[in-house]
């Protein structure tokens, strides 16, 4: 009988260590998500922040919603269209806003020189190579890759650029890439953004960055659009 009570016993125990465990996992699993969901909420009302300033400097320079036309769909392919709200975007045929300057004093842009073992990743994130390309001007080439997470949607990753195993760039998260220069100094970030109030449809911007003194710095941006119709 003594024997009987304390297998049981035993049993119990066991049991309540395994509910412990997978309770503390699943509690582990949800803090870690909900940051995550978290940073892409931020990155998004980033990115309306970001254009109703847009639209704010468009507007006072003559450039108000230039994507934007009077002209029916039916003049437009039907597998061309995509029916959204007031608007119809047009797919495909694309129009580009004209340059504008960014000037950002080189003292406040961050200077990154982190270990790339400093990052941390478990087996909810990962960091995975994309590309590799000279970003500094010295003929060699860096390596371009993504932290990505199971909570990250719209496909937002955080991209970083390594040299030596060193940190020298992340853009924090964003719904794009990093693309090369032909003459190897910076790169080009091309990002989705918001058009209207639908996430990535329709919109996506060209940030140029130029590499001196150490720091990447943003000299210019250019928005293109998807043209919309008023106009069913």
Do not use: C
């Not at 395994?18 to 009302?45: D, M, P």
């Not at 960014?102 to 400093?118: C, F, H, M, T, V």
């Not at 996506?204 to 659009?225: C, L, S």
């Amino acid at each position: 009988m003594t024997k009987t009570i304390k297998r049981k016993t035993t049993k119990r125990s066991f049991a309540i260590l395994l509910i412990g465990i997978y309770f503390l996992g699943g509690l582990l699993l949800y803090r870690q998500n909900k940051t995550l969901k978290s940073e892409v909420a931020q990155y998004r009302q980033s990115q309306m922040d970001q254009q109703k300033t847009d639209q704010v400097a468009e507007k006072e320079n003559g450039m108000d919603f230039q994507h934007i036309v009077d002209i029916p769909t039916a003049y437009f392919d039907p597998d061309e269209v995509f029916e959204y709200g007031d608007t119809n975007t047009l797919k495909g045929i694309e129009v580009n806003l004209p340059p504008v300057a960014i000037n950002i004093p080189a003292e406040d842009i961050q200077l990154y020189n982190d270990e790339l073992d400093s990052l941390k990743t478990d087996e909810h994130t990962g960091i995975y190579r994309d590309n590799q390309m000279d970003v500094d001007g010295d003929g060699a080439k860096e390596t371009v890759s993504s932290i990505e997470g199971l909570a990250v949607s719209h496909g937002a990753t955080e991209k970083i650029i390594t040299k030596n195993r060193k940190i020298i760039y992340r853009t924090g998260i964003i719904a794009g890439n990093i693309k090369p220069t032909a003459s190897g100094n910076g790169f080009y970030i091309y990002e989705m953004i918001y058009s209207g109030t639908l996430f990535g449809v329709g919109g996506a911007r060209t940030t140029r960055y130029i590499y001196e003194n150490g720091k990447f710095i943003p000299v210019w941006y250019q928005d293109h659009f998807d043209l919309q119709t008023t106009m069913k």
